[in-house]
């Protein structure tokens, strides 16, 4: 059973800082990608960034390229994302989720964590 727990939300104020963590379990990662999405409220959820488990080859949305920073503990089967320079606009649900590298379709998704920035 593949689980995600997402972890490090909170409320900062714009400008700030926050980490989220992502422990996974339940798979051999290494044929998979971990992503980072979000949702705000009355938004569909989008695309943050994702990492590919082997070799780590990582992917951003425009609107967080340059201030946010996805990366992963292999031994530790853990992902994260440092997010900084947080805007108010950067304020969602985040969800971490995992599907096998090279297909479209995530598979399985964590509980979300709750990002809030202030102005």
């Known amino acids: 059973q593949v689980q995600l727990v997402e972890s490090g939300g909170g409320l900062v104020q714009a400008g700030g800082s926050l980490r989220l963590s992502c422990a996974a379990s339940?798979?051999?990662?290494?044929?998979?990608?971990m992503g980072w999405f979000r949702q705000a409220p009355g938004k569909e959820r989008e695309f943050v960034a994702d990492?590919?488990?082997?070799?780590?080859?990582?992917s951003y949305a425009d609107s967080v390229k340059g201030r946010f920073t996805i990366s992963r503990d292999y031994a530790k089967n853990m992902v994260y994302l440092q997010m900084n320079s947080l805007k108010p606009e950067d304020t969602a649900v985040y969800y971490c989720a995992s599907k096998t590298a090279g297909t479209v379709a995530y598979d399985y998704w964590g509980q979300g964590t709750q990002v809030t920035v202030s102005s």
């Open positions: 339940g798979r051999t990662f290494g044929r998979y990608t």
């Open positions: 990492i590919r488990w082997s070799g780590g080859l990582t």
